[in-house]
Nanobody, 126 residues
Framework: QVQLVESGGGLVQAGGSLRLSCAASGRTFRTYAMGWFRQAPGKGREFVAAIRWSGGNTEYGDSVKGRFTISRDNAKNTVYLQMNSLKPEDTAVYYC???????????????????WGQGTQVTVSS
């Protein structure tokens, strides 16, 4: 099993920044990549970003490209999501997830992730 704990959410004004963290514990050696998804009220879970533990290859959803940056600290088993130039439409619960799939095809898909955190709320005011 892999446990994921997110932190860093909160309330910020439009144009501001936040950094989310996701600490992984347990059998993390069985995971190949980490991802961030978000879910706004009444909407489905949307892919935000993903990163491979090995090599650091990244992918981003179109709505966050150029504003968000995903990074990882392998020694700490922690993944970060730096969010800049935040917009009200970025308001959502943000979830961290871990994938045990080796193929990067899966990393933009919520079904490609086996383990999920409890989520952290991000609210961007206009």
């Amino acid at each position: 099993q892999v446990q994921l704990v997110e932190s860093g959410g909160g309330l910020v004004q439009a144009g501001g920044s936040l950094r989310l963290s996701c600490a992984a514990s347990g059998r993390t050696f069985r995971t190949y990549a980490m991802g961030w998804f978000r879910q706004a009220p009444g909407k489905g879970r949307e892919f935000v970003a993903a990163i491979r533990w090995s090599g650091g290859n990244t992918e981003y959803g179109d709505s966050v490209k150029g504003r968000f940056t995903i990074s990882r600290d392998n020694a700490k088993n922690t993944v970060y999501l730096q969010m800049n130039s935040l917009k009200p439409e970025d308001t959502a619960v943000y979830y961290c997830a871990a994938s045990d799939e080796s193929g990067s095809y899966y990393y933009t898909l919520k079904n490609g992730y086996k383990y999920w955190g409890q989520g952290t709320q991000v609210t961007v005011s206009s």
